[in-house]
């Protein structure tokens, strides 16, 4: 090999070491790297070189730091650009509050429970007949507006007789439901707090129980 | 598959069906070098602070129409890129104010005179600075993006042939500055 074809050979490598280095050559150019490295005594100096250019490079780039606060102007552009973020099709505001209450702590999700319910008893009253789209309410002789209750979302593969036949036994009635997610008021015919307790884990604790949310519950000695 | 995993594609393809979440992820993702590589390409933080916002609004808007040829990132490096240039032609040379020149790197010096103080990495490191816009962005693309040769061609839209011409024109000034100053590597 000649000195000219020598240097061409080197001029090359030189120029594809780069690429060696970042892991993108492939193929006949990335076994003639392999190779002169493998044989060329000058060959690991120059990747030596290579890999010093390549921590200068990152070193001048990283030197330059993007604004903390690209982000959240980022995102105004976005609705700027996009328009006002769409609500989910097909969630009623009924379901994206019983999602909240869910995510509650207990002491918190009753007295949320206790307000979505009373907005849930409202408007199915104002329905001539207490029925709606979304859900019904049993007949007022039953009061059951009055009796402590829970919130309950069944699993979707929850056979209707199973419940039916659980309610029954239990002397328990649904006051209102569902709502276009599943979601039913369940009374609970509970004299003192024990016994409502007792009663909503024994709802918890059945195979069709998805969720199920304590609600008003008996005041014991009043 | 959770957000840490998915790939790149699938935020693209999220975002073709108007999925903020993913373009905001994409943006994390990439912003950063968008943002360093217009800064390299005019010289201007301001500028690249604009632009790289732009480039992820473009994403939004052509997400639908891309087609996968190419890497993400590839892809807005060629956004970031052609977005640059047109901002660079518009406003031709009155772009750079004071602030801006203060951010440009000054070759008025002689590697000589700048390396008495430096050690080897900082000169380097100040000569890659000072290469010639187009040499310095083969130099970019390949070490620090770590795009492969057919990759910065479809970045800055030149032949394959030309990307290595330029690389090597590069490392070559790169080694002459480096001898200059008095540290010879053997090549050129």
Same mark, same amino acid.
């Given at each position: ?73 980022? !995102?105004? /552009?976005? &609705?700027?650009? *996009?328009?006002?973020?769409? #609500? ?6 009924? $379901? =994206? +509050? ?39 309410? !049993?007949? /007022?002789? &039953?009061?059951? *507006?009055?009796?402590?209750? #829970? ?6 593969? $929850? =056979? +209707? ?62 | ?188």
């Amino acid at each position: 090999m000649s000195a000219a074809e020598k240097m061409s050979r080197r001029d090359e490598m030189e120029t594809l070491l780069p690429f060696y280095l970042n892991g993108s050559l492939e193929g006949a150019e990335l076994e003639a790297v392999e190779e002169w490295l493998a044989t060329d005594p000058a060959a690991m100096a120059a990747l030596g070189e290579a890999e010093a250019e390549f921590s200068g490079t990152a070193a001048a780039n990283e030197a330059i730091r993007p604004p903390a606060d690209a982000l959240s102007r980022f !995102a105004k /552009a976005l &609705d700027a650009e *996009a328009g006002p973020v769409r #609500a989910p099709a097909g969630q009623s505001w009924l $379901a =994206k +509050v019983f999602g909240r209450v869910t995510a509650m702590p207990a002491g918190v999700a009753w007295a949320a429970a206790a307000a979505l319910l009373a907005l849930v008893l409202v408007q199915s009253f104002e329905q001539p007949g207490g029925k709606g789209n979304d859900f019904e309410v !049993a007949g /007022a002789q &039953d009061d059951l *507006a009055k009796l402590p209750f #829970a919130l309950v979302k069944f699993k979707p593969d $929850a =056979k +209707v007789a199973d419940i039916a036949a659980f309610l029954g036994q239990n002397g328990l009635k649904i006051a209102g439901g569902p709502t276009a997610d599943g979601v039913f008021h369940l009374a609970i015919p509970a004299s003192t707090a024990a016994d409502y307790d007792r009663l909503v884990g024994l709802v918890a604790a059945q195979p069709f129980a998805d969720t199920v949310i304590q609600g008003r519950k008996p005041v014991d000695g009043g | 598959m959770n957000a840490a995993t998915e790939t790149d594609r699938t935020l693209v393809g999220r975002v073709a069906k108007g999925d903020r979440a993913a373009v905001r992820l994409l943006f994390m993702r990439h912003h950063a070098r968008i943002y360093r590589f217009v800064a390299r390409q005019t010289g201007s933080e301001m500028m690249a602070d604009d632009i790289a916002n732009e480039v992820f609004l473009e994403l939004w808007k052509q997400a639908p129409s891309f087609e996968g040829r190419s890497e993400v990132s590839t892809w807005l490096l060629g956004i970031a890129r052609f977005k640059a240039l047109s901002m660079l032609r518009k406003k031709k040379e009155d772009w750079i104010d004071d602030d801006d020149a203060a951010q440009v790197p000054d070759s008025a010096d002689t590697p000589e005179v700048v390396t008495m103080k430096e050690d080897k990495a900082a000169a380097l490191r100040r000569f890659v600075d000072a290469l010639p816009e187009e040499h310095r962005t083969v130099i970019d693309l390949a070490y620090y993006h770590g795009q492969s040769v057919t990759e910065i061609g479809e970045v800055l839209d030149i032949p394959v042939a030309t990307v290595k011409t330029r690389m090597f024109y590069a490392r070559k000034k790169l080694g002459e500055a480096l001898k200059a100053a008095g540290y010879d590597r053997g090549w050129p």
